[in-house]
């Protein structure tokens, strides 16, 4: 597999420590608990610690480095960490490496409700901490919903800021408009010892070289985010880069493939690439 060096202006990285929840977040967890529900913490899942290099690092960003050693241990071991995503075998975690507080997002089932949010499990595997806030927009299909349309076995996506496999969400959709069953059979799951693929699919901008582009945020970012996750449903979503043509490449970690998915400037999936 390649390894990414892309050049985008990312956004700095902040560790945001958890604030005690409004009063109305509490009296929603307690209102799950009053019907059943158990509810408990959860330790975010930085599964992809190991062996990953910066995939997509700038002059406004660290580049994340590690020893020969570690990669080396983690390509052996296919585990990053409980419970969440690890690089992809063939590499070392190369091309799979992670963007920090980038726009993107994640579709799934709801696992577990917990003190802050809750767990999503994507249709491949892994699992993702989502944390809400106050000022998050729910719907339910295309109607505004209350921050109760997310429950236990709930499929959602998720959309906001992506720290490894946390996402601090801006936007829940519950039962969204995405047939995950269909989406997931697009993506080859992570398993451990297994390579990647180096296939490509559809259509690649002729242009486009690893490095290029500009980091994508806002609507832009949540459109080509959805769209991507609409074919290709697996993994999370840690950053969208404008290209100089106005599509838009959109990176999938936790997957063994596609980590390149091509979205158009009218938000249509156009190809995928390792």
Not at 52 to 70: D, E, K, L, P, R
């Amino acid at each position: 597999m390649k390894d990414d060096s892309e050049s985008n202006a990312h956004e700095s990285c902040a560790s945001a420590q958890q604030q005690p929840g409004p009063v109305r977040r509490r009296w929603r967890v307690l209102h799950r608990r009053g019907v059943g529900t158990t509810v408990g913490f959860v330790i975010p899942a930085l599964g992809l610690g190991l062996g990953v290099a910066a995939c997509g690092s700038s002059s406004s960003t660290q580049a994340a480095t590690t020893t020969s050693a570690a990669a080396t241990t983690a390509k052996a071991s296919g585990v990053g960490g409980s419970g969440g995503f690890v690089g992809h075998a063939a590499s070392g975690g190369g091309s799979n490496a992670r963007s920090t507080n980038a726009a993107g997002g994640s579709v799934g089932t709801v696992s577990s409700l917990t003190s802050s949010g809750f767990t999503l499990s994507p249709p491949n595997g892994g699992t993702v901490t989502v944390k809400e806030t106050s000022s998050i927009a729910y719907e339910q299909g295309t109607q505004k919903a209350a921050a109760s349309a997310v429950a236990k076995g709930t499929e959602v996506l998720v959309l906001g800021k992506v720290n490894s496999t946390t996402i601090t969400a801006s936007q829940i959709v519950a039962q969204p408009a995405i047939n995950l069953k269909s989406a997931s059979a697009n993506v080859i799951s992570f398993q451990k010892g297994a390579a990647g693929s180096s296939k490509t699919v559809g259509q690649i901008p002729t242009d486009y070289t690893q490095g290029s582009g500009k980091l994508a945020s806002g609507t832009k970012a949540t459109k080509a985010t959805e769209a991507a996750l609409k074919t290709y449903a697996g993994g999370v979503i840690d950053r969208v880069v404008q290209l100089s043509n106005g599509d838009y490449e959109v990176h999938d970690i936790g997957v063994n493939w596609p980590h390149h998915i091509f979205v158009n400037k009218d938000f249509k999936v156009i190809g995928a690439g390792d």
